[in-house]
């Protein structure tokens, strides 16, 4: 079984910036990928940026070159570096890793931003 432990969310004004951490611990063999997903009220979650065991990065059309998403593999970590941040990024955004050869998708429990002056 793997973990996802988030952090790093929190009330930000608009045009300020946050950054996201998600750890991951357990039975870890083979991290295929790991990313970031966002779920806003009323609306279905998205995909926000993601980075390959490769380091090939995506990202939504919305965040870029704004987020920025890495990773430490000698920590199972990913990080999103949220900048210029707008109020329509308010959003639980939840950890996602990729593992092992079956392609089993782990989720975090989420962490809650909010963009508002």
């Known amino acids: 079984q793997v973990q996802l432990v988030e952090s790093g969310g929190g009330l930000v004004q608009p045009g300020g910036s946050l950054r996201l951490s998600c750890a991951a611990s357990g039975s870890i063999y083979r991290i295929n990928g790991m990313g970031w997903y966002r779920q806003a009220p009323g609306k279905q979650r998205e995909l926000v940026a993601a980075v390959t065991d490769g380091g090939s990065t995506t990202y939504a059309n919305s965040v870029k070159g704004r987020f920025t998403i890495s990773r430490d593999n000698a920590k199972n970590t990913v990080y999103l570096q949220m900048n210029s941040l707008k109020p329509e990024d308010t959003a639980v955004y939840y950890c996602?890793?990729?593992?092992?050869?079956?392609?089993?998708?782990?989720w975090g429990q989420g962490t809650q931003v909010t963009v508002s002056s």
């Open positions: 996602n890793l990729d593992h092992g050869i079956g392609h089993v998708h782990y």
